[in-house]
């Protein structure tokens, strides 16, 4: 068990709908990212996000939008969805250890079809 | 080696012997490799990292190669076990992300088959 923790664990919908998927890192670290993983593309930086703000983006599209919440859990929107936006979307967390920043740990992701 | 899509390449090992996971990554200026393990249904599992000062690092019953000057990465499994069946990714840090560390780019991936 990686600590991360990540809901839904499957989500199906509709074209052109909204949905929010949520992540809660790993005690203690700051630092949250979002990942996409399709057959196609592999596995997709997104977004990251440092103690509440946004420290780097990725290949994210318009219709995403992330953020972190005080507790450090952070949720991934994804909105006006997309048959292709299918896809597997992992979250991972990181922290400081020694001045150092400590490996991504990855949850189970949340699958995601549009249909 | 690299695939794209549904076409992993993958690499049939019998239980017992070593394994060796090859990986050819793209920017020069990455600093920063990491090996992840992902098995079906679950998200990616650290295995192991090293940086670009050094060129070998050890973990329990892995090893990690980094070649800078042909901009290769390996990984070792000795004494292969049918658990370490999964799919197996390479990922280097991407300068252009900022230099953070999180900020990876992945490889596509290589299938570990382990025959009892």
């Known amino acids: 068990d990686s600590g991360v923790t990540q809901t839904p664990k499957h989500l199906i919908t509709a074209t052109g709908q909204r949905v929010t998927l949520r992540c809660s890192p790993r005690s203690g670290d700051l630092s949250v990212y979002w990942y996409q993983q399709s057959l196609d593309q592999g596995l997709q930086f997104l977004i990251q996000?440092?103690?509440?703000?946004?420290?780097a983006k990725g290949n994210i599209l318009e219709r995403f939008s992330a953020q972190q919440f005080p507790d450090l859990h952070s949720e991934l929107n994804l909105s006006s969805l997309e048959l292709g936006d299918s896809a597997l979307y992992f979250c991972a967390s990181s922290g400081h250890h020694r001045g150092r920043t400590t490996p991504l740990h990855f949850g189970n992701g949340t699958r995601l079809t549009v249909t | 080696g690299e695939s794209v899509g549904l076409h992993l390449p993958t690499l049939s090992v019998q239980e017992g012997d070593n394994s060796i996971i090859n990986c050819a990554y793209s920017n020069s200026a990455s600093d920063y490799f990491i090996w992840y393990k992902q098995e079906s249904g679950k998200g990616p599992q650290f295995i192991i990292d090293?940086?670009?000062?050094?060129d070998k690092r050890q973990g329990q019953r892995v090893t990690v190669l980094l070649n800078k000057t042909v901009k290769h990465l390996s990984l070792q499994i000795a004494a292969t076990q049918p658990g370490d069946s999964a799919v197996y990714f390479c990922?280097?840090?991407?300068?252009?992300?900022?230099?953070?560390?999180?900020?990876?780019?992945f490889g596509k991936g290589t299938k570990l088959s382990v025959k009892p």
């Open positions: 090293i940086r670009s000062n050094m």
């Open positions: 996000y440092y103690n509440g703000e946004e420290r």
């Open positions: 990922a280097e840090n991407s300068v252009n992300y900022g230099g953070s560390q999180g900020n990876l780019i």
